[in-house]
Every structure is written in structure tokens, then in C-alpha cells.
T-cell receptor, first 112, second 114 residues
């Protein structure tokens, strides 16, 4: 199947680290992505990782990729109230060019 | 640099009517993608246009169609609207200078079918 799976909800205290997990299905995916969606808005590209990488760091964001388990994670360091949003992971589909397969999204709520 | 723009921001139609949604890609991008984000169904891939041609299509009926113009902007047309077409329609673009097919999204058009 083509289901990308994510946990639906994460609550985190301000200043702590957040970790959002995702499992994907296409072992031939070239790129994997993390997007952020704030209420009433479109999708903001946060970061992406090429499939031959294990880790990518970009300021407060760290992406870890385990190709063997098809597991992707996004760590947000020093989580702020402005990080409250829905986070989507997405994979490129090797046999359907142009298509990104999205997970259902993880709602992150940051509490003071 | 301007991002992807979409118009209108909101659209209200009645069942059976036609809706036309518009998208302008980031300057220099040649590919445009359309997605539907309906409540409870998540983000679903609709269409991909590149260099004026439809390159791929998701699992949607033919009443969902579109086109890409010579300036790379795009239109999505939804004919014979049904209540379940109510959704946020997101457009994305990609092109040279980005990591392969990395897609950058616009703010969306919220379509309500009554």
C-alpha cells in the first residue's frame, strides 16, 4: 500500500525537544519531506532529506532517516509556542512521478 | 522572491456548478501540482503539469481537469460539483534550482459546495 503513517498528536512543553515520527512505504523514494501547516494556511516546507543520507541538521531541526525500517523522524530543539502546528511527512513515489504521498499529519501543541 | 500564489482564497458554489481555481508558480518554476485536502481524507495528489503538459494524475474522476499556460501558471477546473468536493485545494510548484521535485506550496483555495 501507499500509506504513510504518523502519530496524530504530540504535546510538548515550551523549551523541550519535540520528536515526530513517520513510517513510509516506498523503499525507492528519492526524497522525504517535512512540511508544517498552521491553521488556515498552506504547507510550509521545513526540510527534506535525500534517501542516501542518514541525518540532516538545519538549525533547530534534525531529520533522521532509517532506510532499513523505512522510518523518518523530525526533532525540533527548544520548541517554541510558534511551533504549534500540524506537521506532515511526505515521500516521493518512485512509480508515480510528481506525486507526494502524505501522512495524516501530527498535531503538535506546545504548552508554556 | 514571491512564493506560489493562488486565487481566489475562498470560493462558494452550489452542487452541479463549475469551479475554476488559479495558481501562479514561483518565478522560474515550470512544474505545477494540485492537491486536495478534504476533512478526514488528508492530502491527496490531483494533477501534475510540466511545460504545458499533464504529466501525472491522481485517482480522481475526469470532472477534475486543468491546464498549464505558457507562462507556467495553471488552472484547476472542477465540473459538476458535488458536496464532497468541499476542501482546501493546494497548488505547489517546483523547478530548476530546487532539489529535484521539491514542491513549494501556496496558501490554498478553500472551496465550499452547498
Amino acid at each position: 500500500g501507499e500509506d504513510v503513517e504518523q502519530s496524530l498528536f504530540l504535546s510538548v512543553r515550551e523549551g523541550d525537544s519535540s520528536v515526530i515520527n513517520c513510517t513510509y512505504t516506498d523503499s525507492s523514494s528519492t526524497y522525504l519531506y517535512w512540511y508544517k501547516q498552521e491553521p488556515g494556511a498552506g504547507l510550509q516546507l521545513l526540510t527534506y532529506i535525500f534517501s542516501n543520507m542518514d541525518m540532516k541538521q538545519d538549525q533547530r531541526l534534525t531529520v533522521l532517516l532509517n532506510k532499513k525500517d523505512k522510518h523518518l523522524s523530525l526533532r525540533i530543539a527548544d520548541t517554541q509556542t510558534g511551533d504549534s502546528a500540524i506537521y506532515f511527512c511526505a515521500e516521493s513515489i518512485s512509480d508515480s512521478w510528481g506525486k507526494l504521498q502524505f501522512g495524516a499529519g501530527t498535531q503538535v501543541v506546545v504548552t508554556p | 522572491e514571491a512564493g506560489v500564489t493562488q486565487s481566489p482564497t475562498h470560493l462558494i458554489k452550489t452542487r452541479g456548478q463549475q469551479a475554476t481555481l488559479r495558481c501562479s508558480p514561483i518565478s522560474g518554476h515550470t512544474s505545477v501540482y494540485w492537491y486536495q485536502q478534504a476533512l478526514g481524507l488528508g492530502l491527496q495528489f490531483l494533477l501534475w503539469y510540466d511545460e504545458g503538459e499533464e504529466r501525472n494524475r491522481g485517482n480522481f474522476p475526469p470532472r477534475f481537469s486543468g491546464r498549464q499556460f505558457p507562462n507556467y501558471s495553471s488552472e484547476l477546473n472542477v465540473n459538476a460539483l458535488e458536496l464532497e468536493d468541499s476542501a482546501l485545494y493546494l497548488c505547489a510548484s517546483s523547478g530548476p534550482g530546487t532539489a529535484q521535485e521539491t514542491q513549494y506550496f501556496g496558501p490554498g483555495t478553500r472551496l465550499l459546495v452547498l
